[in-house]
C-alpha cells in the first residue's frame, strides 16, 4: 500500500513539472509575438508623425504669412483712419529724416570732394562705385607744389589713402597744407633716397613699399613744439623772470646754510666728558684740557661758566649765548621760505594776465580757431607751473635745513643745561 502511494504521488509530480514548462514556452513566445507587433505600431507612428509634423509646418507658415497680411492691411485700415493732424505729423517726420539723410550725403561729399547724388533723383549709385575703385586704384597726376627749397616746382603726386605723396627728379616726400598758404608743400623724409626709389618703383611697376605715418603728421608737430628751457621760460612771459629769480635766491640760500650747518661741531664729545665732572668741582687743569680742541660755540658756554660761579646771572648768561647761535644758525631760512610762498603766488598771477589777454585776443578775432585759444591758454599756466616747480622744492628744503637746526639747538641746550651744574673750583671773576 505504501508502495503505490510513493508511485502515485511521483506521477502527479511529473505531470506538474511538464504542464509548467508547457506553459512557460506559451508565454514566452506570446511575449515575443508582442514584441515584433510593437516594433511595427511604433514604425508606423513614426512615419504618421513625419507626415504630420510637414503638414504642421506647412500650416504655420501659412499662418505667419497670412498674419504680415493682416498685419499689412491693419497697418492700411489704421492709416485710412488717421486724422489730417497726424498725417501731418508722420509726413514731417518723414521730410525730417530725408532732410538728415541729405545733410550725411552733403558732409560726405565735402570730405571726400565727391559727387555721390543725382539732383533730386537720389544717390547715383554708378558714381560711388566709380569714385571707389578710382580710390582703391590711385594714379600719379602732375600738380605744381612748393619744394624743399621753398621754390614752386612740379610733382608726379599721388593720394594713399588719408596721405598723399609727391616726387620728380630730385626729391621726394608727403604733401602737407598749411592754413596760412593755399599751395600744399613737399616734406621731405628723413631716408629720401630709398624713399625715392621706392617712390619710382611705385610709378613704373605700381608696386612698391611706402613710408606711412600713423599719426598723419602730428609725431612731426610734437616733434616740432619742443622747445629748449630758454625758449620755454620766454614762453612765460614777464611773470617768469621775477619766479626764475626767486628760485635762483631760494637755491643760493638753501647751498650756503648746508654748508653751514654741515660745518657745527658734534656735541657728544664734550657732553661724555662734562658729565665725568657733575658732583665734583673742576680744576682750573682739568677746564684747560677740556677748552682744547673745541670749537667757538662750544668756547662761548666754557668761558661763561669760567667766568661766573653757580648763580641765576651765570644761567642767564648761558641763555644768551644760546639765543645767540640760535639767531646765527637759522639766519636766512625764512627767506627759502619766502621764496616757497611767494612762488606759486606770482605764477598765478602770471596765469591771470594770459588769461586776461587771450580773452582780449578772442574778443577782437573770434573763437572759431580751438588752437588758437589752447594754445594761449597753455602759454599761460606755464607761469603757474614755473611757481610749482619752485616752491614744492623749497619747502622741502627748507623744512630739512630748519629741522637741522632744532637739532642742533636742542643739543646745544642739553650741554648748556649740564655746564650751569657744573661748578669750577678756581672760578674767576667775570672781566670789570
Known amino acids: 500500500m505504501m508502495r503505490t502511494t510513493i508511485f502515485i504521488l511521483m506521477l502527479a509530480a511529473s505531470f506538474t513539472s511538464i504542464s509548467a514548462s508547457t506553459e512557460s514556452s506559451v508565454l514566452l513566445k506570446r511575449i515575443s509575438d508582442s514584441t515584433v507587433k510593437l516594433n511595427q505600431t511604433q514604425k508606423k507612428i513614426d512615419k504618421e508623425h513625419k507626415v504630420l509634423a510637414k503638414k504642421l509646418q506647412a500650416q504655420l507658415l501659412k499662418v505667419k504669412s497670412l498674419r504680415e497680411k493682416a498685419k499689412n492691411i491693419r497697418r492700411l485700415e489704421d492709416e ?13 517726420q518723414w521730410l525730417a529724416q530725408q532732410n538728415y539723410q541729405l545733410q550725411l550725403i552733403s558732409s560726405f561729399e565735402q570730405q571726400t570732394k565727391s559727387h555721390i547724388s543725382n539732383g533730386d ?27 624743399s627749397d621753398n621754390k614752386l616746382k612740379t610733382f608726379d603726386s599721388i593720394k594713399l589713402g588719408p596721405l598723399q605723396f609727391a616726387m620728380n627728379a ?48 602730428n609725431a612731426n ?18 611773470w617768469a623772470i621775477p619766479i626764475i629769480s626767486f ?14 650747518l654741515l660745518k657745527l661741531p658734534s656735541l657728544k664729545e664734550l657732553e661724555v666728558k662734562v658729565k665725568q665732572y657733575t658732583n665734583k668741582p673742576l680744576a682750573t687743569q682739568d ?23 653757580i648763580s641765576q646771572k651765570r644761567d642767564d648768561l648761558l641763555i644768551a649765548e644760546l639765543s645767540k647761535h640760535k639767531a646765527h644758525n637759522e639766519k636766512y631760512l625764512g627767506v627759502i621760505t619766502t621764496c616757497a610762498a611767494v612762488a606759486p603766488l606770482l605764477g598765478l598771477l602770471g596765469t591771470v594776465s594770459g588769461m586776461i589777454h587771450t580773452f582780449m585776443m578772442m574778443n577782437i578775432f573770434g573763437s572759431g580757431d580751438a588752437s588758437v585759444v589752447s594754445g594761449g591758454i597753455s602759454q599761460a599756466l606755464i607761469t603757474t607751473e614755473l611757481g610749482l616747480i619752485v616752491a614744492i622744492p623749497s619747502l622741502i628744503m627748507g623744512a630739512l635745513l630748519g629741522r637741522k637746526v632744532k637739532s642742533f639747538q636742542s643739543s646745544l641746550e642739553s650741554l648748556a643745561l649740564q655746564l650751569s651744574k657744573l661748578e669750577v673750583s678756581n672760578a674767576r671773576k667775570q672781566h670789570e
Open 247 to 260: 628760485a635762483l635766491a631760494a637755491l643760493v640760500i638753501a647751498l650756503f646754510k648746508s654748508f653751514q
Open 121 to 147: 533723383s537720389g544717390i547715383n549709385t554708378a558714381t560711388i562705385i566709380n569714385q571707389f575703385n578710382a580710390l582703391l586704384t590711385p594714379t600719379f597726376s602732375t600738380k605744381q607744389l612748393i619744394g
Open 80 to 92: 485710412q483712419l488717421l486724422s489730417i493732424d497726424n498725417l501731418k505729423s508722420r509726413n514731417q
Open 287 to 309: 677746564f684747560d684740557n677740556l677748552l682744547k680742541g673745541l670749537e667757538p660755540i662750544q668756547k662761548s658756554l666754557m668761558l661763561v661758566i669760567e667766568s661766573n660761579a
Open 170 to 217: 630730385e626729391e621726394a616726400g608727403i604733401v602737407t597744407k598749411s592754413i596760412n598758404n593755399e599751395t600744399a608743400r613737399v616734406a621731405p623724409i628723413n631716408s629720401s633716397h630709398d624713399f625715392h626709389e621706392n617712390m619710382l618703383a611705385l610709378k613704373e611697376t605700381g608696386r612698391s613699399y611706402i613710408h606711412f605715418d600713423p599719426t598723419l603728421g
Open 221 to 238: 608737430k610734437l616733434s616740432q613744439t619742443n622747445t629748449s628751457f630758454i625758449e620755454y621760460i620766454e614762453r612765460g612771459g614777464t
